[in-house]
Structure formats: C-alpha cells, structure tokens
C-alpha cells in the first residue's frame, strides 16, 4: 500500500497477549480497520475505528489510536494458536467524491503451542 | 448465499497472452475493487467501481482494464501479461462506495503465474 506500514512477522507463545502495529499516512482518514487472512483465504475484516476515538475493545481484541503520531495497533488477549495468520491493517482515505481502503504490507503472527 | 466468487482459483499465462479474471457478487453491493496481493507489499488497489458504469484507478492500473456493465460483475482484463503481473488478485465488494463502516468482503483469490 500507500505508505501504510506494518512490521512484517512476530512470533508469540499460546497465553501470552500480541500486539500488531500500523503506521498510516492520511490524517483525513476517516476509519481504520484490522483485518485478517488465514492461508489460502481472502481477507476479513476484525475490527475497526472511528477516528476520533483513542481505544476500541471487542472482546480478546483492543485497537489503540494515535491519531497525532497516525499509529495504530491491535492488541490480541490470550493469543490462540488459530489467532496464527496474516492482519493487515487498512486506511479510508478520501478520494475525490468516494473513498479508497489502502492496505498495509501485513503482519504474519505466528503462535507456538 | 455466494457472496463474492472469483473464477479461476489458479491459472498460469505465457508472456503476452491475454486473460479475463472473473469476479461476481450476489449481494447487491454498489462498490467493488480487484486488489493485487505480493509478499512484503501487502494488498495494492488495482482499479475500483462505484457503481454500474463507472470505474476509476486505484495505486497500480498500469497492465489493466476493468469494465462495470452490471451491479453484479467486475471483471479484470490483462491484455498483455506480463511476468510482474504474477500475483495473487483478489476482487473485493462493500454494500456502499463511501466504505466507512462498511466492510470489505473479498473473494478467495485467483493465483496467476506469467511465465
């Protein structure tokens, strides 16, 4: 995508919490959102939020906004080993009289039994 | 309900040849998108659509041609591939064209190999 940039891989232990960062670029952006790709799937989406909110929780997961520096990360409680994929995290960057959804590089979480 | 079906699932190409990426959704939705997907680059918007007719450029059109005759189908053209066009595509549909809260739902994804 755009400038919208993820680390590539992080490595977790079954139990302990993940937290997946995102840098974006846009600050008109009006939503951001997390989503998910299990291997040899599409993508679904997680969670978003509103930019002008700070935090978001929706059940093991919490999205955190810092809409000053434009940093966005998920927060995975309790990770499971089915937690184990690929999360991109994406702007909706305003485009002329619509929008366009930029994605970041993606973030491949490993979790280890 | 099919949701967003994309045809081929894999489909390898000489350089040169020309091929048409099929995406239908059964949802109605005004807005759909094809995305590219290449390791390290994450998802890359291709060309979208908001609507029957109207189609616009997203971050990498060069190499592509869609067309929007109706709500249903979003077809991808590559009139001349070429071997950076190897990727995984993804063709994606959201009920409006403002997104928002809207999500995107995505089909299962065409493999594609130029050789």
């Known amino acids: 995508g755009e400038d919208v940039e993820q680390s590539l891989f992080l490595s977790v232990r079954e139990g302990d919490s993940s937290v997946i960062n995102c840098t974006y670029t846009?600050?008109?952006?009006?939503?951001l959102y997390w989503y998910k790709q299990e291997p040899g799937a599409g993508l679904q989406l997680l969670t978003y939020?509103?930019?002008?909110?700070d935090m978001k929780q929706d059940q093991r997961l919490t999205v955190l906004l810092n809409k000053k520096d434009k940093h966005l990360s998920l927060r995975i409680a309790d990770t499971q080993t089915g937690d184990s994929a690929i999360y991109f995290c994406a702007e909706n960057r305003p485009s002329g009289a619509t929008n366009k959804l930029i994605f970041g590089t993606g973030t491949l979480l490993a979790v280890q039994p | 309900n099919a949701g967003v079906t994309q045809t081929p699932k894999f489909q390898v190409l000489k350089t040169g040849q020309s091929m048409t990426l099929q995406c239908a959704q059964d949802m109605n939705h005004e807005y759909m998108s094809w995305y590219r997907q290449d390791p390290g680059m994450g998802l890359r918007l291709i060309h979208y659509?908001?609507?029957?007719?109207?189609?616009d450029q997203g971050e990498v059109p060069n190499g592509y041609n869609v067309s929007r005759s109706t709500t249903e189908d979003f077809p991808l053209r590559l009139l001349s591939a070429a071997p950076s066009q190897t990727s995984v595509y993804f063709c994606a549909s959201s009920y409006s064209a403002g997104l928002k809260r809207e999500k995107l739902f995505f089909g299962s994804g065409t493999q594609l190999s130029v050789l």
């Open positions: 846009d600050s008109s952006s009006t939503y």
């Open positions: 659509s908001v609507g029957a007719g109207i189609t």
């Open positions: 939020i509103f930019s002008n909110m």
